[in-house]
């Protein structure tokens, strides 16, 4: 035992320390980026079933699965800001991925140094550091992916049933989180190659029945646990609604090049501009240099790494960055790999490139938190985090004015027209507004051409009324003439000229509070 301290003390040591300050610079700031449109449907949900136990299974009305919105619900009660909390939550996640990334590392090379070098990867990648701080479900995804992946590993050398259980209830966990758990599923029995396989042919079937046997188990903890969602109504939409992500299994060979050679590209520009791209050379320095002693585990984790990014281009309709979230902890596992190698040469050109990883990265991450909106964020990225309607400028402003109206008018009767009905509006201010008293928010549709008659009516009731729309969306030109007085306005972040958006919209979008006066 003392020789196992001493010989992982400094391990440990280090670990903690990277630990600590991952999760110290992801908790910095973390709401400096406003509300996405997806993060405030996630907490909204989260808020109502938190309220109301028999809405549990409310996420299954849109086809989503509801495990992450459950595990907001204990930080709702921690923190007083809801995109907070539920951020928050997010940044866990992040922190057990990386823990994950230490072990499967270690459990693929057996090199400390090469553990530790993945994890810090990880925690300073810019891809990782900005999604892990936003409240979106990829973040849970890849933590269970990363330990899915560790624990069936050791299931396949080891072939104990505990350890094919904890693959089962991980797995399990994946599923109920999203859909591209499904990968996770698929994957599991490539495993089965770091297996510690006999020599001999009938012992090697017997291995392997041995091994289907176990992971049958596993399966069948995973798939009872996803079937839980059948306790709620609406299980059935989960199915539709990732028809309306995916192309169906034909199109492989009714069209195969669309979107494929679109979305692929895309899928390594995100990770050449957020993983940084250094990630990618040392992840080739890595395999060409120490492939030979480790052909299976490099085998194994590139196949994990690259097999769900292909898929996602040939069958998904939309791809968007966080879509490839769950493939990093693989990729920084790769790069780290690069320091297997005991030749001199290599290891300087690595730690060349390491250097050079860690100076881009910390510079994207300090604009991240400092002056987001000259970040080098990929063009769909930036345009649907800060310039478009599914950016929440202004919104936690806007209901800070209203809470603000509450004190000093408690007795007040606040109407508050949104355009649409769920997603940025109305939910991104209901999420903060949910617990003052005499606020109705109401959701009047798209493309705002007259003031609607519910408000004009709760004029007439004596109600103080509110219209709030993004600029783009707002068509009425003459606002007084409407009865409308513009109480304040939000800009997002600029748009690049030449965009259509652009064209069609101006420079940059805005959010504006109205008050309705007639």
Request: hydrophobic share 50%.
């Amino acid at each position: 035992m003392k020789k196992i301290i001493k010989e992982w003390f400094w391990v440990i040591l280090v670990l903690f320390t990277l630990l600590i300050i991952g999760f110290l610079l992801r908790i910095n700031k973390l709401t400096y980026l406003p509300v996405f449109v997806d993060e405030a449907i996630y907490v909204r949900w989260a808020q109502i079933m938190r309220a109301e136990s028999t809405l549990r299974f409310l996420p299954l009305t849109d086809g989503k699965q509801p495990l992450y919105m459950w595990s907001i619900i204990p930080f709702l009660k921690l923190f007083n800001d809801p995109l907070f909390a539920a951020r928050f939550f997010s940044v866990i996640s992040g922190i057990g991925t990386s823990i994950g990334v230490f072990v499967a590392s270690y459990i693929l090379f057996k090199s400390k140094k090469v553990s530790l070098l993945s994890t810090f990867l990880y925690l300073i990648s810019p891809f990782t550091f900005f999604f892990d701080r936003m409240a979106l479900v990829d973040s849970l995804l890849s933590l269970f992916g990363i330990w899915v992946f560790a624990f069936s590993i050791l299931a396949a050398k080891k072939l104990k049933l505990d350890l094919t259980m904890i693959t089962g209830f991980l797995l399990g966990g994946a599923l109920l989180t999203k859909s591209p758990a499904l990968f996770f599923s698929i994957l599991i029995p490539t495993t089965w190659i770091l297996s510690n396989w006999p020599k001999k042919f009938k012992e090697k079937i017997f291995h392997l029945i041995k091994l289907i046997g176990i992971f049958i188990f596993c399966y069948l903890i995973a798939y009872g646990m996803y079937n839980l969602l059948r306790l709620g109504p609406n299980f059935n939409l989960i199915g539709s609604r990732n028809m309306d992500y995916v192309f169906p299994l034909s199109h492989l060979w009714t069209n195969p090049r669309d979107p494929f050679i679109f979305f692929i590209d895309k899928s390594f520009e995100w990770i050449g501009i957020m993983g940084p791209w250094p990630l990618l050379i040392l992840a080739l320095i890595g395999l060409s240099a120490s492939f030979e002693k480790f052909k299976k585990e490099y085998l194994l984790i590139f196949i994990w790494f690259i097999f769900p990014i292909l898929v996602q281009s040939e069958f998904a309709k939309v791809i968007t960055a966080r879509y490839v979230l769950f493939t990093i902890p693989f990729l920084v596992i790769l790069s780290a790999s690069a320091f297997l190698t005991k030749k001199h040469l290599i290891e300087k050109i690595s730690v060349f490139f390491v250097l050079f990883f860690i100076f881009l990265s910390v510079k994207f991450n300090y604009l991240l938190l400092n002056d987001l909106e000259n970040a080098p964020l990929p063009r769909s990225e930036r345009s649907g985090y800060l310039e478009e309607w599914t950016s929440g400028y202004g919104i936690k402003e806007i209901s800070d004015l209203i809470k603000e109206e509450k004190l000093n008018f408690p007795d007040e009767n606040i109407i508050i027209g949104t355009e649409g009905y769920f997603g940025t509006l109305p939910d991104g201010l209901e999420i903060y507004l949910q617990n003052v008293p005499k606020v109705t928010i109401i959701g009047i549709g798209l493309n705002i051409t007259k003031v609607p008659t519910e408000l004009k009516n709760a004029i007439k009731a004596k109600d103080k009324v509110y219209l709030v729309v993004n600029s783009s969306r707002m068509e009425i030109e003459n606002y007084e003439k409407e009865g409308l007085s513009l109480i304040a306005a939000y800009p997002k972040a600029f748009r690049p000229e030449g965009l259509r958006e652009y064209v069609q919209f101006g420079p940059r979008d805005s959010l504006y509070l109205f008050e309705v006066i007639k």
